[in-house]
């Protein structure tokens, strides 16, 4: 009956250490971590690593109601576009001769050179 306990204590400390109280220790006065500290909380393995990923394109913004757009389009900040479509824009303007490597084409994003505003609208439109 004693070791039966002594099995029950193991198991709900491997579980959920303190549940019955004072969580285990080890020799150096450190609290065992169980599967459920393991698992829940802002360090446990899901929000750390299951659900934290960041992902490649993705954006945040204010959804707000567009007069000039239809019931099926989707419109979106200047900004956020450019950062999503940026591989895109940068390759169009290499293949128009309009930047000659990666580095010019993002410094003549950055610049907002109207020019390359209408050529990203252009690209867009062919993307989209």
């Not at 579980?15 to 698992?39: A, T, W």
């Not at 900040?77 to 930047?99: D, K, N, S, Y």
């Not at 994003?109 to 390359?116: A, D, S, V």
């Amino acid at each position: 009956n004693v070791s039966g306990k002594l099995v029950q204590e193991a198991v709900d400390t491997l579980l959920d250490n303190g549940i019955r109280g004072q969580p285990m220790r080890d020799g150096h006065n450190k609290v065992y971590k169980s599967f459920s500290d393991v698992i829940e909380g802002k360090e446990g393995r899901f929000r750390e690593t299951l659900l934290g990923k960041r992902v490649d394109y993705s954006g945040r913004s204010v959804i707000v109601v567009g007069p000039s757009l239809s019931l099926h389009q989707c419109g979106l900040p200047r900004e956020i576009a450019i950062e999503l479509f940026q591989t895109f824009v940068i390759r169009g303007l290499i293949r128009q001769h309009l930047a000659s490597n990666i580095g010019l084409a993002k410094s003549k994003i950055r610049e907002k050179n109207p020019l390359y505003g209408k050529y990203f609208k252009k690209l867009c439109r062919g993307i989209l």
